[in-house]
DNA sequence: AAAATAGTGTCTTTCAGACAGTATACA
DNA sequence: TGTATACTGTCTGAAAGACACTATTTT
């Protein structure tokens, strides 16, 4: 019988009767840390790729869609709910897991600061800096760290699609609390892009876009004069 | 056991102890006909949604990659080899095939006119044009087609990520073949845009690119003054 | 010559970069 | 008063839209 069925003909097809991948989900969660773009992994205790760094993720149940599957592994991994959370890409090397065949889709998830806090609290480690062309992840002594399977791919992904859509959504902002600066804003566009911005023009951007609302009220803890916070409009 | 396994410790998991989803990938494959972004489909002839039109697809099998699933069913449905082909999105709700669960990877395929034929004569009928806001697949006689399970939704995504990648991308010369006019380029733009664009400022943006190649050859069937012919040069 | 489309010149508008300047907080 | 950063005004240059104009082919 041809594998290859058509959907029109799925009905003549028994899926039984054919090994079937695995199919998991794998989470990205990223967010800034000291003012860079930073990645949260879990160090691998057990081979094959022990001691090396790997997304965290969990397989498919039968019964739940992939974003709820994302959702739930995010509760239970990061102990979070409400993060933003989004499809990044699907990957299926044959050879991608030696262990066995394993299809992952992985998720992209954006924390605020106290978010990563939390996912901290829950046993991941904030560990990746993505620096570089092709993104390295740098620990803490700013060695580079072995990443598990094809997890540097993704992650390299992640940074990518994160830097084609700041521009034109509203990604930026799940970084940031619900009141923000300016400065704070600009600051996550720069740690993205690895760039930096001009000022006057971002401020320029952000402002005619018509999407932030001055809150009237200013930052606190600043050594200097303060900025004043803003809000997003909801669309 | 708890499902939710972390990647760390997947070898504590028998995978086959679980109901596992099925994988297929789904093509969606567009082409210009008539002036307008269209797609191929097949009309199903069996329940469930008989009648109703399909993008064609098939399981992926335990030993190939997503990609190469995706380039086997090109070839098998559509007599297509070498065409533009890349991973859409992946789709997961769990009833959107009623007969099992079935997570496809969607693949987005961008066919020249001579490979819309091609695929015409291995089976596949090219029946909507991608039209309005949301998606409506269009047949011969401007009569709205019904489509299966959640294939206007892949559609619709497809058209969308086409529109947004467009201006920044070389997917616009998948439609073409290897030499043509700015005018043919230009109408490409407008139809997966569904806007008309100015003249002046498409050539001018498409030629300080450097990316085309002015081949000194001109159009010969045209009825008025031929326009030039330019091909594009590789990256 | 008429018709049709290719292709160009140029004016205007819009917007980003640059940079200097003013404003306002804390030390 | 000094200093650090917030915030603004304005010049310049790059690029897009608008539109009229010229060029070249077929009928």
Same mark, same amino acid.
């Given at each position: 019988?041809?594998?290859?069925?058509?959907? @029109?003909?799925?009905?003549?097809?028994? =899926?039984?009767?054919?090994?079937? =991948?695995?199919?998991? $989900?794998?989470?990205?969660?990223?967010?800034?840390?000291?003012?860079?773009?930073?990645?949260?992994? $879990?160090?691998?205790?057990? =081979?094959? +790729?022990?001691?090396?760094?790997?997304?965290?993720?969990?397989?498919v149940a039968i019964d739940e869609s *992939?974003?709820a599957a @994302? !959702?739930r592994?995010?509760?239970?991994?990061?102990?979070?709910?409400?993060? %933003?959370?989004? +499809?990044?890409?699907?990957?299926? !090397?044959?050879?991608?897991?030696?262990?066995?065949?394993? #299809? &992952? #889709?992985?998720?992209?998830? *954006?924390?605020?600061?106290?978010?990563?806090?939390?996912? /901290?609290?829950?046993?991941? $480690?904030?560990?990746?800096?993505?620096?570089?062309? &092709?993104? /390295?992840?740098?620990?803490?002594?700013?060695? /580079?760290? =072995?990443?598990?399977?094809?997890? +540097?791919? #993704?992650? &390299?992904?992640?940074?990518?699609?994160?830097?084609?859509? #700041?521009?034109?959504?509203?990604? @930026?902002?799940?970084?940031?609390?619900?009141?923000?600066?300016?400065? @704070?804003? +600009?600051?996550? %566009?720069?740690?993205?892009?690895?760039?930096?911005?001009?000022?006057?023009?971002?401020?320029?951007?952000?402002?005619?876009?018509?999407? *932030?609302?001055?809150?009237?009220?200013?930052?606190?803890?600043?050594?200097?004069?303060?900025?004043?916070?803003?809000?997003?409009?909801?669309?």
């Open positions: 019988m041809d594998i290859s069925q058509d959907a @029109a003909f799925l009905s003549d097809y028994d =899926p039984a009767a054919y090994d079937r =991948p695995s199919v998991t $989900v794998d989470l990205v969660l990223l967010g800034m840390h000291r003012g860079r773009l930073s990645a949260l992994l $879990v160090q691998r205790d057990q =081979p094959p +790729q022990a001691e090396r760094w790997a997304l965290p993720g969990g397989f *992939l974003d @994302a !959702a592994l995010l509760r239970d991994k990061a102990g979070l709910d409400g993060a %933003h959370l989004e +499809q990044l890409y699907s990957f299926g !090397a044959v050879d991608r897991d030696p262990r066995m065949r394993v #299809i &992952t #889709i992985a998720y992209l998830a *954006l924390l605020r600061e106290e978010q990563m806090a939390s996912a /901290a609290r829950a046993g991941l $480690v904030t560990v990746a800096a993505l620096e570089g062309e &092709t993104v /390295a992840a740098i620990g803490e002594d700013g060695a /580079a760290l =072995p990443l598990a399977f094809d997890h +540097q791919e #993704i992650l &390299t992904l992640a940074r990518d699609r994160l830097r084609g859509k #700041i521009d034109y959504s509203d990604v @930026a902002f799940a970084f940031l609390p619900e009141r923000f600066t300016l400065r @704070a804003l +600009q600051d996550v %566009h720069e740690a993205v892009l690895g760039a930096p911005l001009n000022k006057p023009a971002f401020r320029r951007r952000m402002l005619d876009r018509g999407r *932030l609302i001055a809150t009237g009220t200013r930052e606190e803890d600043a050594s200097h004069r303060p900025a004043e916070l803003f809000s997003l409009s909801a669309r």
